[in-house]
């Protein structure tokens, strides 16, 4: 990308920006919060960054700790992502917005944080929320604030310069707040704004997460705006649900009911369903629901395929929290971000210099049977792809594995189709398991032998296997059906003994009677594991840290351990090309 600005690397000559306000972002409130505050680590950031198993072409800043993703955009030729960041330390602390740039939403270019506590309305923080695209061609944010009386308050933003395409200065009014907590709300549980969407009534309508103490109800407060600056509270949320805890960075936006085109935020009425999600603090995953939206009285309704609490659907059924879509008007399509948080412990997240990334962005698009959403990498991370393997009609008999060469497999994406013969061996499937996979997956582990299955891919694998990431399906019977269970299994992912390595796992909903194939494409980028079973119908991630299978050392390995045998029908493999990953600031 060319530019006559003035570019500066490494990442810490930004830390200069800050001097002015450091003293006072370094002092803790005591608010709730989903983050654990380590005093002694939150400001401590070494003077090198250990680079073992930092993630190649996952989105990170070159050192220190990231969380949400905030205000994805595209705005004059150029993707925006803003992101919670810690620029002093690699645990959370001391947040500012994170900003960066792309043409493709691959590789990417570091400007300075845009927005950073300066003001009494932020000036303990500035957390999570969403931009939107005004008339004009103009962009907004709005982002929670914690004031001088240690409020969560929601605050508003707008471009210091509209002809600047980086969008690098951004002003805040000071007649902010806009949305302050009124008498009766929880000002510890008010956040994360979404991006706006127009109502035919006249309004600009939005939703914050909330929740109500009395019953533990999580809410998507509902404010309506006429000009994006003065903000009323309509009297009844746009949702709510009962014991589900504070709902954090909730997302409300349409889907069409065919095909794969994107649609506006604002667009409502016939052939689309919508979406809210919510990331429940209670369980740190994210949930959605389809539903209808009701936009005379404001009110979201899910449809009865759509599990309205804890068991319901996930985008991703690993680690993954605190995601947020835009609609992208290029290539119109809906695309997803999601934060991967580290597993490992805060004290080695410190030591090597860096924490959290954000996961390949997805495009997202309803199902043909309207039950559920279906996620894939965006296209353009296809052209990372180089060294390309492949593997057909090979057999993966019971109790067999077999591994896949030429490639480096510490960075790879991996797409295979698995043919099942026969599934008459299935076992029959626990009932009391139903909308609890991950402790299914947890009883059901990769090296639990089964009648069909488990069988799918060892990765980020010692060659003695001692060290292996298990991505995997099994096949159960429930009376004439049949139950796909997916699961990554990490358990025996390192020799090292302080990683936390849970499963994670989720059902697949497909029809194995007919077609009697699946498949699997799992991206894989040192440190992270990021899987899609069923051309993206469920997704699992996992966060993994071997101390022998890394860069030359780690090996990728098919694998059946299920009593009937199973065939690789195909199988493609490529090693991942290192995108521009935010080495320089532009000034």
Known sequence: METSNRVFSPWFLAIAVYACFCSMIRERIAVESSHVVYETLQGSSPS??????RTGYHFRPPRNWINDPNGPLYYKDFYHLFYQ??????????IVWGHSISTDLINWKALTPAIYPSKPFDIFGCWSGSATILPGDKPAILYTG???????????????????PYLREWVKPDYNPVM??????????????????????????LIIGNKRDADNRGMALLYRSKDFVKWVRAKHPLHSAKNSGMWECPDFYPVALRGKLGLDTSVIGAGVKHVLKMSLDLT?????????????????????????????????????YASKTFYDPVKLRRILWGWANESDTPKVDSDKGWAGIQLIPRTIW????????????????????????????????????????????????????????????????????????????????????GGVGPFGLYVLASSDLEERTAVFFKIFKN???????????????????DIYKPTFAGF?????????????????????????????????????????????????FVFNNGAEDVKVSELNAWEIRKPEMNQEIIY
């Not at 090198?48 to 198993?53: A, G, K, Q, R």
């Not at 960041?85 to 001391?94: D, E, F, I, K, Q």
């Not at 991006?195 to 009534?201: D, E, L, M, Q, R």
Request: hydrophobic share 30%; aromatic share 10%.
């Open 85 to 94: 960041y810690n620029p002093y330390g690699s645990v959370w602390g001391n």
């Open 48 to 53: 090198s960054v250990d680079p073992t198993l």
């Open 284 to 320: 740190r995953y994210d949930y959605y629901t389809l539903g209808k939206y009701d936009d005379n009285l404001d009110k979201y309704v899910p449809q009865n395929t759509s599990l309205d609490n804890h068991s319901g659907l996930r985008y991703d059924y690993g680690n993954f």
């Open 146 to 164: 914690i004031d001088t009386q240690k409020r969560q308050v929601q605050n508003i933003a707008f471009p210091a310069n509209l002809s600047d």
């Open 180 to 205: 302050p907590p009124e008498t009766g709300l929880n000002s510890s549980s008010f956040r994360d704004p979404t991006t706006a969407w127009y109502n035919p009534n006249g309004h600009w309508t």
């Open 479 to 497: 009376g004439n059906k049949h139950v796909v269970l997916m699961c990554n299994d990490p358990t025996r992912s390192t020799k090292r003994e």
């Open 508 to 556: 697949v909903d497909v029809d194995l009677s007919k077609a009697k194939r699946i498949s699997l494409r799992t991206l894989i980028d040192n440190s992270v594991v990021e899987s899609f079973g069923a051309r993206g119908k469920t997704c699992i991630t996992s966060r993994v840290y071997p101390a022998v299978a890394i860069g030359k050392d780690a090996h990728l």
């Open 366 to 449: 309803l199902h043909r049977n309207g039950r559920q959403l279906l996620q894939w990498p965006i296209e353009e991370f296809d052209t990372l792809r180089h060294k390309h393997v492949s593997v057909a009609n090979k057999l993966a008999p019971a109790g067999g594995l077999f591994e896949v060469k030429d490639i480096q497999s510490n960075q790879a994406d991996v797409e295979i189709t698995f043919d099942i013969p026969n599934l008459d061996k299935a076992e029959d499937f626990d009932r009391s398991y139903i909308g609890n996979a991950q402790a299914f997956c947890g009883k059901n582990t990769a090296e639990t032998k």
